[in-house]
C-alpha cells in the first residue's frame, strides 16, 4: 500500500493500481512483482490518499480486510550518506504510533539503511545474512518466526543469537515467569531448523548492558537486524533509557544509536497480542497454554509460521 497524505482532514480514497501507471513508487512494485513471480504469493499493489491525522486508518482498515499476517511501516528518518539520521516528516512517526496501538496484527518498523538498491530488485541470488537478537518475549518470538520465515528464500542466510543473563545477575523470579514460554519456543525453533544449513543457533551469556552491546557487535556485519519492540529481560530493561523513538523500544533504538557502530537495517516487530476477554473469533485456542496468563495468541502473527517451516 502506497500511503499518500493530502492537506484535507476527512475523507479517504483508495484505488488499486492500474499496470500502465508511472509513479515514484514504481520501484517498490517491481520489486514486489519480481518477489511473487520467484515466490509462491500475491501481491495487489494499492494506493491510499487520506490526511496524515487518518492514515492509520487505511492501513489498519485494509489490513483487516485482507486478513494480513503482518504490517511493514516505513521508519520516520531515514540515514544521509554521511551515516546520520534525518527526519522525513514528523507526523509519520505519529502514524506508526497509531498503526501499532490499533493494528488487527503483528506490526514491523523497518529502519532501512539499504539492503543492495536496485541490483537486488531484479535478483533472485540474493546474498544477505540476517540476525535476530533474542532476549525473550513475545515480540522477540515474533522477530525470530519473521526471521525464519525470511531465510525461506535461497540467498538469505539466518543467524539466531540468544540472550542469558549470567546465573549471579539473573533474578529468580523473572526466569520463573519468561524461561517457560521461551524454552518451548526455543525447543521448537531448533527442531524445526536442523537440518536447515541456512539458520544458524548462537547464545551469548551477558551480565550488564556493556557486554550486551559488545556481543551484539560481534554481528554488525550482518545486512539486516531482526528484534522484538518490548523484549523481556533485566538486560534490555536497563537499556530502556529516554529516547525520541520508543516504538523502536530499547533494542531497536540501541542499534540506531552511535553506541553500537553498524551499517545494517533494523526491522523492530512487535507480535499482535489480544486479551481473553476479547470476542474476537480469530484467538488460536490450541495456543493459549503456551502463553502468559493475561494473554492468548492470535493466528495473525508469523509465530504460527514456525511449525510451517
Request: hydrophobic content about 35%; some cysteine.
Amino acid at each position: 500500500m502506497h500511503c499518500t497524505s493530502w492537506s484535507s482532514p476527512k475523507g479517504h480514497l483508495l484505488f488499486f493500481r492500474n499496470k500502465g501507471t508511472n509513479s515514484d513508487g514504481d520501484q517498490f512494485v517491481i520489486a514486489f512483482k519480481t518477489f511473487q513471480q520467484q515466490s509462491r504469493v500475491s501481491v495487489l499493489p494499492m494506493t491510499a490518499i487520506s490526511s496524515l491525522f487518518s492514515m492509520h486508518e487505511d492501513i489498519c482498515n485494509s489490513s483487516k480486510r485482507k486478513m494480513v499476517a503482518m504490517i511493514i511501516l516505513p521508519f520516520h528518518k531515514h540515514q544521509r550518506v554521511d551515516g546520520m539520521s534525518e527526519t522525513i516528516q514528523t507526523e509519520y512517526q505519529l502514524v506508526n504510533k497509531r498503526v501499532l496501538g490499533q493494528a488487527p496484527c503483528s506490526v514491523g518498523i523497518l529502519v532501512d539503511c539499504g539492503l543492495g538498491g536496485a541490483t537486488h530488485i531484479s535478483s533472485s541470488n540474493v546474498d544477505s545474512v540476517v540476525t535476530v537478537l533474542f532476549f525473550g518475549g513475545h515480540d522477540d518470538h515474533e522477530a525470530l518466526a519473521y526471521g525464519a520465515r525470511m531465510a525461506e528464500h535461497t540467498g538469505v542466510s539466518l543467524t539466531a543469537v540468544r540472550f542469558l543473563l549470567g546465573p549471579e545477575v539473573s533474578s529468580e523470579i523473572v526466569a520463573a515467569e519468561m524461561n517457560t514460554n521461551d524454552e518451548h519456543f526455543l525447543t521448537e525453533f531448533k527442531n524445526k531448523i536442523s537440518n536447515n544449513s541456512s539458520i544458524s543457533y548462537e547464545e551469548r551469556v551477558v551480565r550488564n548492558s556493556t557486554e550486551t552491546i559488545e556481543a551484539i557487535g560481534e554481528f554488525s556485519r550482518c545486512n539486516l537486524f531482526v528484534v522484538g519492540q518490548m523484549p523481556k529481560s533485566q538486560t534490555t530493561a536497563k537499556m530502556n533509557a529516554k529516547t525520541e523513538c520508543p516504538e523502536l523500544g530499547p533494542t531497536g533504538s540501541l542499534l540506531i544509536s552511535p553506541e553500537l557502530s553498524t551499517s545494517a537495517s533494523v526491522l523492530v516487530v512487535q507480535q499482535f497480542k489480544t486479551t481473553k476477554q476479547s470476542p474476537s473469533a480469530s484467538v488460536s485456542s490450541t495456543k493459549v497454554a503456551e502463553l502468559a496468563e493475561e494473554y492468548v495468541e492470535s493466528p495473525n502473527t508469523f509465530t504460527s509460521i514456525i511449525s510451517h517451516i
